[in-house]
């Protein structure tokens, strides 16, 4: 349904700029190109429709043309006092919780409407005072509704220009084909984590929902050629490039509804593929990449609970940015050869760090006892939409035969690792392999 509606909003704004513009050339015609015709063509303005009365002067047709072109002159400022007006306080109140270079990206948007505006108003002043022709009243008028339109367009997409979502792919592009290393030094970088973290603190669900899911299907996706060409390789900028963007993300996720903590689960998932894509070895003891997250968030079972269900969601499950994480991550990267651990033994080890974090997370608030049960139930929910999702989904993409095998190795490599987390004993190893045993059969 979000689709549907900014793909509505587009095409009004569209189909309003679209008649403005029409205007435009048709107030050309009339005022600049009938006059002159005969001059350039054999053709005869006067015998064209509305031709003869398109060259008629208006002093001789009993028209006061001052009335007219003054009234369209204060209403153009009126118009352009109002819009200007509306967007500077608009605008203000972006920068404050975004970016000074978004606010101007967006604020460059009105140039186009400006110029026209402003050479709509120097050719009425310029009719005001000189002797004219009924066609070049009739351009005044047709100029006139086309800033209106124009300005329709304008304000019609304006609040798409200052939603959530709006400045997440303006970020996007601004770190799209940067190396990760470098992504810090961005100002895309800030829009992000000021963006995210201020739409925690006033618990705008809408805006921190559109923003970590736009952001987290874009690192799923997006390719750092000279980074993933080095293989599996511990590199410290980008290793703290992702690990801060994370953890900036989370900020005042404490004082956020539980949803906060879900779609921030869609961020984790992104990070996470991208942090193998680029050669980050998961199990790295010195560089974990959820410590700050989870620090963000508050002492209650409740938030890693659902901070593991939207990670899960992402990973395996389609949503409105498309196909699941894992899915789209498989397809980006069809040149790794089998043995690289890019494809599936690096996540695997990501995964299961990230369900390491959450359950010594959940110790901290419920106990041994009860946090095990809690990690037990985690993992049986992970397999079970690694075969009610993600195989299925796998089963009927064009690539079946290799994204399902991708998606049976990974569920194994999970299994391999997971009793051998530390918090893991003999009761919980033999729920996780009931489990495992359970899900992986259907996959048969």
Not at 389 to 398: E, G, N, S, T, V
Request: with cysteine.
């Amino acid at each position: 349904m979000r689709g549907w509606r900014l793909g509505g909003v587009s095409a009004i704004g569209a189909v309003t700029t679209g008649v403005g513009v029409f205007l435009l050339g048709l107030g050309a015609l009339v005022g600049w190109v009938l006059p002159h015709l005969g001059e350039w063509s054999p053709w005869q303005a006067d015998t064209l429709p509305f031709g003869r009365e398109a060259l008629t002067p208006i002093m001789g047709s009993g028209i006061d043309p001052a009335p007219i072109v003054g009234a369209d002159l204060t209403t153009l400022a009126v118009i352009i006092a109002v819009l200007i007006g509306y967007n500077v306080a608009a605008l203000q109140i972006a920068g404050q919780t975004l970016s000074l270079a978004l606010t101007r990206a967006i604020l460059l948007t009105m140039g186009p409407l400006l110029l026209v505006w402003t050479g709509v108003t120097m050719v009425a002043l310029i009719y005001l005072m000189a002797p004219i022709y009924l066609g070049q009243l009739w351009q005044t008028l047709l100029w006139f509704g086309a800033v209106v339109f124009l300005m329709i367009g304008y304000l019609w997409n304006l609040p798409w220009r200052l939603s959530g979502e709006y400045a997440a792919r303006w970020a996007i592009r601004n770190l799209r084909g940067k190396p990760i290393a470098s992504w810090e030094s961005q100002d895309g970088f800030a829009v992000l984590q000021a963006g995210i973290a201020g739409a925690n603190a006033r618990a705008d669900l809408g805006t921190t929902r559109a923003m970590t899911m736009t952001l987290g299907a874009f690192l799923s996706g997006v390719q750092d050629r000279k980074a993933e060409s080095e293989g599996v390789a511990y590199h410290r900028a980008r290793y703290r490039a992702l690990k801060n963007l994370l953890t900036g993300c989370a900020q005042h996720a404490g004082d956020a509804p539980t949803t906060v903590a879900y779609y921030l689960g869609f961020l984790s998932a992104g990070v996470t593929l991208q942090a193998v894509a680029v050669g980050h070895p998961m199990d790295y003891v010195d560089s974990n990449l959820y410590s700050g997250l989870l620090r963000a968030l508050p002492k209650n079972p409740e938030y890693p609970n659902a901070l593991w269900t939207g990670f899960r969601h992402a990973l395996c499950r389609e949503g409105d940015g498309g196909d699941a994480y894992l899915l789209r991550y498989w397809r980006d990267h069809p040149r790794w050869d089998a043995s690289d651990e890019r494809n599936v033994t690096q996540i695997a080890r990501g995964v299961v760090r990230f369900h390491s974090n959450c359950w010594e997370t959940l110790q901290t608030t419920l106990g041994a006892e009860q946090a095990g049960i809690e990690a037990v139930a985690m993992l049986d929910d992970l397999y079970r939409y690694s075969t009610t999702y993600l195989f299925q989904a796998a089963k009927r993409d064009r690539q079946a035969a290799r994204l399902t095998g991708l998606v049976s190795a990974l569920l194994d490599a999970i299994q391999e690792r997971a009793p051998q987390e530390p918090f893991v004993d003999e009761r919980y190893a033999t729920a996780i392999i009931e489990a495992y045993d359970k899900y992986r059969a259907a996959m048969a």
